[in-house]
């Protein structure tokens, strides 16, 4: 049985699939690179523009055409994880929506793997919010430079944020969700 990043490389189209160079994704967001490092060997990476999905024709739902910037599907030591990324440069404002229907659509398809016999886990999904906030949205305790923290969409998948950075180890993100701290 195919891996289930293989599965979604296999279901995807290309042009929506990120490239990788030495387990590293390159994700480019207002002209800035941004890099997302793994080790392991069995790790895919989306990109989906709901308004270049022939799926939904020419004009879907403002609501419908929120998608987070990136997925990345990653089989971590026998356990798989969908991570939704979505990068915010001025405020965090409306990432929710993004974050939630790139879950979903990702959900949908692993359904339809599992209905199909292709694929019998249970992934966790979760959300990477990666943002560059002014010093004055961050509250006075805390310092801007590298603080991450989680969130929670309840009754969804948790969220982490990220911030001022633009090269992120996935690795070391589903490390500390292992371990059950409250940062990533």
């Not at 939704?84 to 949908?108: D, M, P």
């Not at 990666?130 to 006075?140: E, G, L, M, T, Y």
Request: proline content about 4%; glycine content about 4%.
């Amino acid at each position: 049985m195919r891996t289930l990043a293989e599965l979604f490389k296999a279901s995807i189209a290309k042009d929506h699939q990120l490239c990788s160079k030495n387990k590293s994704y390159t994700l480019e967001e207002n002209g800035v690179p941004y890099q997302f490092k793994t080790s392991s060997e069995h790790t895919a990476g989306f990109r989906i523009e709901i308004n270049n999905l022939k799926l939904f024709g020419n004009r879907p739902s403002k609501d419908v055409a929120k998608m987070c910037d990136a997925l990345f599907v990653v089989n971590d030591k026998q356990k798989d994880f969908i991570i939704a990324v979505e990068i915010k440069t001025k405020h965090k404002r409306k990432y929710k929506k993004q974050l939630r229907n790139g879950c979903r659509f990702f959900q949908w398809l692993v359904q339809l793997f599992q209905d199909c016999d292709h694929y019998s886990g249970n992934p966790l999904y979760l959300g990477l919010l990666v943002w560059f906030p002014n010093p004055s949205q961050v509250p006075k305790n805390l310092t801007v430079a590298g603080a991450n923290f989680k969130t929670s969409m309840p009754n969804e998948f948790d969220v982490y944020e990220c911030r001022n950075t633009t090269e992120l180890s996935l690795n070391d993100l589903l490390m500390q969700i292992k371990g059950g701290n409250k940062t990533a």
